[in-house]
């Protein structure tokens, strides 16, 4: 499931306003250096070494590399003012090693990291806030980390967590945001994974007493708790949860948690879903919990739901009969989910986490191609259907034109360029090849096939677009 996570879109931290700047690079930096985009320090310790005396917020640019104990580091990073870590993606790796602990000592108000790569051992935690500290995490994997953030003081002390756009993979979850009261916390949770996170026993995504916890267009997989595969939370939406240990339980508080859009399915023995829990346009596979909207049951077809892969299949009954309402929101991805999945020339979104897609890119590829190399495209569409795939140079075209077998995105002047039979329900892979001189550096290619098939009216449907540009090699 790591591969197809490269298609999340990431989203910038709003810098902090007066605050001091520092770059930091474990490769080419020194702790000598002033710390500038020119000449950046070598370690993070060095930096906020650097800014002890400052009554300012850091920001904090981490360039790719990594940072450990071996290379300098010390943890936890020390700072009783508002943190801003920016990293450069995966390529920016934390590896906090054996030691119990933190990444950030105890005792900031506010937190926020974006494009980190933290590495743990199952103990370790981002941060522990102070009364009233907010979090924001976004594009960030942690690995085998402990519960992600705790507060410093009393259960009224409230926390703000925003976690958006970010992989926890065999973590202990989110952590404990507890509240009461005038002092709630409140948590939000978009486009996130959760695969193989334990948490405690009162569940694997979020331990939260009290607390406002809203979890969007997110999954939740291959957790290990027995008892609760979710935690506390009061409201979610667009969600696939699916293939843990554990079931959807009966959530502590007053409020009934509504749950809608979503897939759940094979969670704990059944019931897997507690009665406590309301249920609005769900597939819920065995058909429990309380229902207060249309509830599909039975298989949603997942490519390879054990593997950790969620998307669905051709056929999906979870396809093109989302809640209208969600058509505008974005899945896990960060892409529409206003896609013809079911082929009929009707734009509708998806019940779960995942839009099917009938043409998009390969697992771990993006939409930058290097001239000369081939692409991996997927196509999904039912057995016995066939392609054509054509492109047009130039990119896509604003608005589309209409045709018998639906929008046509494509540029006039498109050319064909392959035939493609598919046997299966699940995606087709195929290699595009990207031929052609220098002057090609920088070109925005569209793409989208038309899809002949006995379940399409007219026997055929287009295919969504895609958009490819061309980088140097």
């Known amino acids: 499931m790591k591969h197809w996570l490269a298609l999340f879109l990431g989203f910038s931290l709003i810098p902090l306003t007066g605050a001091d700047t520092l770059w930091v690079d474990p490769v080419a930096g020194s702790d000598g250096a002033p710390g500038t985009e020119a000449e950046p320090k070598k370690t993070v310790t060095a930096a906020l070494e650097s800014l002890a005396s400052s009554g300012n917020d850091h920001v904090i640019h981490l360039a790719e590399g990594t940072y450990d104990v071996a290379g300098g580091e010390i943890f936890p990073w020390r700072s009783f003012q508002a943190l801003c870590f920016e990293g450069a993606g995966s390529g920016t790796r934390i590896e906090l090693g054996v030691t119990d602990g933190a990444l950030i000592a105890d005792g900031s108000d506010s937190v926020a990291v974006t494009g980190l790569y933290v590495a743990g051992t199952g103990d370790q935690r981002l941060a522990r806030l102070s009364a009233g500290g907010a979090a924001q995490i976004r594009r960030c994997t942690f690995d085998q980390c ?9 259960l009224d002390a409230q926390m703000r967590i925003t976690v958006e756009d970010s992989l926890l993979d065999g973590c202990r979850g989110i952590g404990d945001n507890q509240g009461y009261g005038s002092s709630p916390g409140f948590t939000v949770i978009r486009r996130c994974v959760f695969d193989g996170c334990l948490g405690v026993a009162s569940g694997a995504v979020f331990l939260s007493t009290g607390s406002n916890v809203t979890i969007y267009d997110s999954i939740v997989t291959r957790g290990t708790s027995p008892t609760n595969c979710i935690g506390s939370a009061d409201f979610i939406s667009g969600c696939t949860i699916a293939h843990n240990a554990g079931p959807v339980p009966a959530l502590e508080g007053t409020l009934r948690p509504r749950i809608e859009n979503s897939i759940l399915a094979f969670n704990g023995t059944s019931p897997s879903v507690s009665t406590w829990n309301r249920l609005d346009h769900c597939l819920v596979e065995d058909g429990s919990g309380t229902h207060v909207g249309p509830i599909l049951t039975g298989d949603p077809h997942f490519v390879n739901g054990l593997g950790g892969d969620l998307r669905l299949r051709a056929g999906s009954p979870a396809v093109d009969v989302g809640w209208v309402g969600a058509t505008g929101a974005p899945d896990a991805t960060g892409r529409a989910r206003n896609v013809d999945g079911d082929f009929d020339h009707q734009l509708a979104a998806d019940l779960g986490a995942l839009e099917l897609r009938t043409l998009d890119r390969a697992p771990g590829a993006g939409f930058e191609v290097p001239l000369g190399q081939p692409y991996a495209l997927e196509l999904t ?11 047009s140079r130039g990119g896509l075209a604003v608005t ?12 006039p002047g498109a050319t064909r360029v392959a035939f493609i039979p598919v046997q299966q329900n699940t995606p087709r892979p195929f290699l595009l090849p990207l031929q052609g001189g220098s002057a090609l550096i920088g070109a925005r290619i569209g793409y989208q096939g038309v899809t002949r098939s006995l379940a399409a009216p007219n026997f055929a449907a287009w295919t969504n677009p895609i958009e490819l540009t061309i980088v140097a090699p």
């Open 146 to 154: 402990g519960s992600l953030l705790s507060q410093v003081g009393g």
């Open 381 to 391: 569409a039912p057995p016995g259907s066939f392609f054509h795939m054509a492109f």
């Open 400 to 411: 589309p034109t209409a045709t018998p077998y639906g929008d046509l995105w494509l540029r």
